[in-house]
């Protein structure tokens, strides 16, 4: 069973920084896509970035483009999320999502099966 383990969300002010990190275990494939999804109260969930552990390969939504960095460690089969230039738009729960079959430039099309328990970012003004 693959369980996602996420960490690294909290409150900060309108400009902070955040890295949010989620680390996969029981996950057998070396080749998947990890990133992640965002729902904020009374909004849609969200594709908010994701990674390709064969190439590399990004998606970002166009808000947080030039503002949220994805990166992650193959050996270590966790993600991260570097945030910077924080705004209180960005407040939400974030999610972790893997899955072998989902192409990571595509995400927000994807379907994820792993999911994690979520974590709150909150950004104040």
């Known amino acids: 069973e693959v369980q996602l383990v996420e960490s690294g969300g909290g409150l900060v002010q309108a400009g902070g920084s955040l890295r949010l990190s989620c680390a996969a275990s029981?996950?057998?494939?070396?080749?998947?896509?990890m990133g992640w999804f965002r729902q904020a109260p009374g909004k849609e969930r969200e594709g908010v970035s994701c990674?390709?552990?064969?190439?590399?390969?990004?998606y970002y939504l166009d808000s947080v483009k030039g503002r949220f960095t994805i990166s992650n460690d193959n050996a270590k089969k966790t993600v991260y999320l570097q945030m910077n230039s924080l705004k209180p738009e960005d407040t939400a729960v974030y999610y972790c999502v893997a899955d072998p079959m989902a192409i990571a430039t595509i995400c927000p099309f994807q379907t994820f099966a792993s999911w994690g328990q979520g974590t709150q970012v909150t950004v104040s003004s």
């Open positions: 990674i390709s552990s064969s190439d590399g390969s990004t």
């Open positions: 029981g996950f057998t494939f070396d080749d998947y896509a």
